[in-house]
Nanobody
Framework: QVQLVESGGGLVQAGGSLRLSCAAS????????MGWFRQAPGKEREFVAAISWTDGSTDYADSVKGRFTISRDNAKNTMYLQMNSLKPEDAADYYC????????????????WGQGTQVTVSS
């Protein structure tokens, strides 16, 4: 079993920065890939970024490329999402997710999910 716990959400001004964390526990093979998804009110949950725990490869949604950076800390079993130059459209509940195998961008490809952390961006 894999457990994921997000933290770091909050209220920031447009143009500001925020760093999200996702602490992971459980079988490492079941969380070889970890990613971030976000869901705004009335919208579908969408892919933000993902990272492979084994080789460090990453993938980003076009909307966040150049602004967000996903990273990992193997010793702490923690994944991070550094969000810079935040825009009002980035406001959403952000969810940590994990899966076995290779990087995927579809919500249905991930088996484990955290509880979410809210990011609010004021204009």
């Amino acid at each position: 079993q894999v457990q994921l716990v997000e933290s770091g959400g909050g209220l920031v001004q447009a143009g500001g920065s925020l760093r999200l964390s996702c602490a992971a526990s459980g079988n490492t093979f079941s969380r070889a890939v970890m990613g971030w998804f976000r869901q705004a009110p009335g919208k579908e949950r969408e892919f933000v970024a993902a990272i492979s725990w084994t080789d460090g490869s990453t993938d980003y949604a076009d909307s966040v490329k150049g602004r967000f950076t996903i990273s990992r800390d193997n010793a702490k079993n923690t994944m991070y999402l550094q969000m810079n130059s935040l825009k009002p459209e980035d406001a959403a509940d952000y969810y940590c997710a994990a899966r076995r195998g290779s990087i995927a961008t579809m919500r249905s490809g991930y088996n484990y999910w955290g509880q979410g952390t809210q990011v609010t961006v004021s204009s």
